[in-house]
T-cell receptor
């Protein structure tokens, strides 16, 4: 079967750095996405990786290793508004998105 | 363009009733998706359209669920004879065709969702 694993919940301090990991086993790979979802709101796109390496976008960076079936989302200079769920999703060989259950990130002052 | 719009935002109904949700995608987007999401879970794929054609439907979707996109613009999702297990957030998303824009990422833009509560 296809599977996306990410931690259920993480806690971090305002101003710090946090890394949210995602491991996947899917039938084929056509890209990995990270989305942010605030409680009661729609998911919003953060990043896309299709090749190995690090993609940086402001305070957020995303890393991919296809050989390890692994990605992480790195959030720097954490702000209270970063409290949200972070969803990892992989596009499989049929170009269907397989979603993880999300990681709820709690930021403490 | 105001993004993806969904209506209603909230719906409370009694078991056995029918409900219909509407989604207006971003106008330039050819693809439209329906997902269901429950608390603490990621979105679960239901179905998607390319223009007016329904190209895929989840095997998990019972025959009580039907979706249409008659003119290739807005879409409706109907649930007949609702059950308590249907209570969830129903998310609509749209995207351009693969290979157009966003370096081929085919990023989905989601609407705010329609929250269904079945009593």
């Amino acid at each position: 079967g296809q599977n996306i694993d990410q931690p259920t919940e993480m806690t971090a301090t305002e101003g710090a750095i946090v890394q949210i990991n995602c491991t996947y086993q899917t039938s084929g790979f056509n890209g990995l996405f990270w989305y942010q979802q605030h409680a009661g709101e729609a998911p919003t796109f953060l990043s896309y990786n299709v090749l190995d390496g690090l993609e940086e976008k402001g305070r957020f960076s995303s890393f991919l290793s296809r050989s390890k079936g692994y990605s992480y989302l790195l959030l720097k200079e954490l702000q209270m508004k970063d409290s949200a769920s972070y969803l990892c999703a992989v596009k499989d060989s049929n170009y269907q998105l397989i979603w993880g259950a999300g990681t709820k990130l709690i930021i403490k002052p | 363009d105001t993004g993806v719009s969904q209506d209603p935002r909230h719906k409370i109904t009694k078991r056995g009733q029918n409900v219909t949700f509407r989604c207006d995608p971003i106008s330039e987007h050819n693809r439209l998706y329906w997902y269901r999401q429950t608390l603490g879970q990621g979105p679960e794929f239901l179905t998607y359209f390319q223009n007016e054609a329904q190209l895929e439907k989840s095997r998990l979707l019972s025959d009580r669920f039907s979706a249409e996109r008659p003119k290739g613009s807005f879409s409706t999702l109907e649930i007949q004879r609702t059950e308590q297990g249907d209570s969830a957030m129903y998310l609509c998303a749209s995207s351009p065709l693969p290979g157009t824009g966003d370096s081929g990422a085919n990023v989905l833009t989601f609407g705010a969702g329609s929250r269904l509560t079945v009593l």
